[in-house]
């Protein structure tokens, strides 16, 4: 979370969506400074024209135990949200 992030409205919200539907989680700010490192790095003077996700496989079709799990107890036990109804 950033500062600036924290000012977004909904935006813990936003943060444990995909936390939850990263199959690896979301890289926390250490994990992302390396990843810059290895990027500005040597070891990856030949690649060229890629698109590379450092998001924990959200931007995949995979999805986490956790969040599958609690998807599928939504639909076994659907909750209305408050100020809807038939």
């Given amino acids: 979370m950033t500062t600036a992030g924290s000012g977004v409205k909904g935006i813990d919200g936003l943060m444990d969506f995909t936390e939850r539907m990263s199959p690896l989680g ?3 700010a250490d994990e992302f400074a390396n990843f810059c490192i290895t990027m500005f ?6 690649i060229t024209m890629q698109n590379i996700f450092h998001d924990g496989g959200f931007s995949s079709m995979g999805m986490s135990l956790r969040a599958m799990t609690m998807y599928n107890q939504a639909l076994d036990n659907p909750v209305e949200p408050e100020g ?3």
Avoid: G, I, V, Y
């Avoid at 790095?41 to 030949?46: G, P, V, Y």
């Fill in 26 to 28: 979301n890289a926390d």
């Fill in 41 to 46: 790095s040597d070891l990856t003077k030949k």
């Fill in 84 to 86: 809807f109804s038939d």
